[in-house]
């Protein structure tokens, strides 16, 4: 009786196991994609909601930032207005004079400013004004009047959480016991701020938006909640009533407080984001919207942006259906492949003697190299010519798919670079920082001994390490001058958005670390997070090093490169790794790049540096020079002794052809003028100083004759049949100590003129 299988019981048996492996594969593939995909649908998911919070979060900072600098601006220019006041009226009125408050009163009545007197135990001729209150304002104004001082006043005290009304106030004595005060409330401040503010947000911020977008400002009456806690003052959103005062113990779409909740947050921590359920302002349909709200003290508003969660619930789901979507193609690849495998071994077992199934054994044991090793087949060791062709085809294969891996490599580092030339374009006098970064840091690495890995490592990490500054506002990247304060705090962002931007993508997870770390100083001086010596990685403190050493011997537009020499002592004065600077200090000099030359024309770099500083010196409106160009252009003329007349140009009545015809006609009318002022042949340095101020620098003597001109090229201006009517006046340099001053000397000639006019009539 013969024992085992015969030819045809072997096929049947080799067919049932290629059967039943066929229904394990079908089975794995199938829990696979029912349990998978609800995986990636959740990270992604998770990645967009994180993604979209950290964007309306920078939105919001943004806006932020705009509104401060405006109100900033804002309080100094009413500070310098009142102080004129104030100095103003003490030349008329006599400490003597046994009627000073009716004169006060009689001025106040005519001029329609509020001014107040102070007595020696600090009460005044207003009750809700007390010196008590008063806290100095430190800015330095650079008044030229000595005996003016400027208070921010408090009214008297409210209920728990509100917030009692700000007075900006300048004071003067005009006798041993008397104080004379002119003072604005901040209200009045807060709306034009309002009018300003809010359509450059709309214009700018929100230009791009959908209509599902979310944007708000708030004013806030009760930081403690209460019935009239707060009322919108803008809101994007449809259906929304502006200036009606809310209860913080209102509900959402759907009957959920939540008001108390974020009130408290902002308490406490200043910022918060809040979950609620709101219209949609397409479907009115309630639906979960995500907002982040900040509070800015200096206004009491709350300010925040949002977004609606189901938008990226779609956009997870579609993500996940078209991923497993694609798989489905792969898995038909995969048993294809396996199909055609076990057939090749089935004729392999079946045909050929025991050298087949030595020379089988060999090549599937080579199988898993294939692409790791050049040859992961020994030919030699095989016995048939046919599975040594087979073996010589996968060593091809085995070449080519490392070959391919290579060129990978290499397209990917390419991209990296080009994309990072592409954020470079952004601010031409950084360009190759990056590359060059990179390069220092592998070099380091190589002089440190480091593996061929963590060389690698940290070429990748210095091409990514500035990433985040594509996050940082193009009004403060590409800002000429120097950062204020704010604005520094919001470059120091960019580490932590470059680590936010990679370390979540598989590639970057290793190296994430590094690049938000190559701001850190030993001492804990750095940013973004403090860290002492022995907290930073060593590859962060590489990368740190080769950042400051590219920057020293690069040159700046404020500067020229430091030489070799000089920078390797500048480094060894920083707080930054001194072993590594000791063990390398020998080497910079053959690891030094020297820096390259333009790759752009030089005709297109200047155009694109002028549009930049146009950015910040130019008014967008009218194309004229702001203020702050033209103090500039006069304090350098004042510093070189070159005499001038500084032209002013008062649109008289302007507030009232904007109320008579319109906004539109009041903005036509600037243009006008500004077109006109802009187009004089004599005139240096056209300028739009207010709203309704424009101002130039005439470098002659026959100014009588210039001003002749300068009304003839006005006098034809008309809106509707009403000829516009102007003032001008003209100041000479000699001896002002500043543009500043000489501006201010001639606007104060127009506000005579203003009174003169008024006092004709």
Partial sequence: MKSGFDEGSYLKAVYAVLFATFIIMSGAFYYIEKNQKEAIYNFVYNYELNRQKKEIKLETYAAISFIDSYTKSTIK???????????LEKIKLNPHTKSLLNTLKDERIRKGAKFVFFFDNNTSTVDFLNLNKCKPYRENLNLSFNDIHLYMCQSEKLKEGQFNETFLLATTPISDDILLGAYKPMLELENKIMEYTFPQLNKFILADKNQDSYFFVVKMLNLNGGDAFAMNIYNKSKGVSIGKPASSKGTDAKGNPYREEYLKALREKGETYSAYWYPSPTTNKPRLKISFRKYYEPLHWM??????VDSIKQTASM?????????????????????????????INTKFSSDTNKDTNLITSAIPHIGSKKDPIDIDKLHLKRLKTIAKALNELSTTIIDKNEQIERNRIEFLRTFVKVLEVRDFYTKGHSERVALYAQKIAQILGLSK????????AGLLHDLGKVAIPDSILLKPGKLSDYEYEIMKYHPVFSYELIKDVEFFKGIA???????????????????KCEQITLEGKILAIADVFDALTTSRPYRRAFSLEESLEI?????????????????????YIEEKEDTLPSEMLSRVEKSRIDLFEKDVFTGLHRIKSLINFADKLIENQIDFYLFMVDIKHLKKINYIFGYQKGNELIAQVA???????????????GSNYFAFIYAKDDVVKIEKELLNELKDIKIGNIDVEFLTTFVHSKGSKNG??????????????????????
Avoid: W
């Fill in 77 to 87: 220019n009413t500070f310098k207005s009142l102080a004129y006041e104030v100095s």
């Fill in 319 to 347: 993500f996940a259906d078209d991923l497993f979507r694609q798989l489905k193609y792969f898995q038909l690849l995969l048993f294809g492949l396996y199909l055609a495998t076990m057939a090749l071994i089935h004729l």
């Fill in 453 to 460: 890995r963590q060389q690698y490592d940290l070429y990748i």
């Fill in 303 to 308: 300010i925040g942006t949002g977004f609606y």
């Fill in 675 to 689: 077109a006109i002022i802009r187009n004089l042949k004599f005139a240096l340095h056209p300028s739009r100083v």
């Fill in 571 to 591: 480094i060894k004065n920083m707080p930054l790794d001194k072993t590594i600077i000791s063990a390398i200090e020998h080497k910079l000099k053959e690891i």
């Fill in 740 to 761: 500043e001053e000489i501006i201010y000397l001639a606007e104060m000639q127009l506000e005579s003129l203003k009174c003169s006019s008024i006092k004709q009539r």
């Fill in 513 to 531: 670390k590094f690049v938000r770390q190559h701001h850190e100083r030993c001492d804990g001086s750095g940013y973004p997070d403090g860290l």
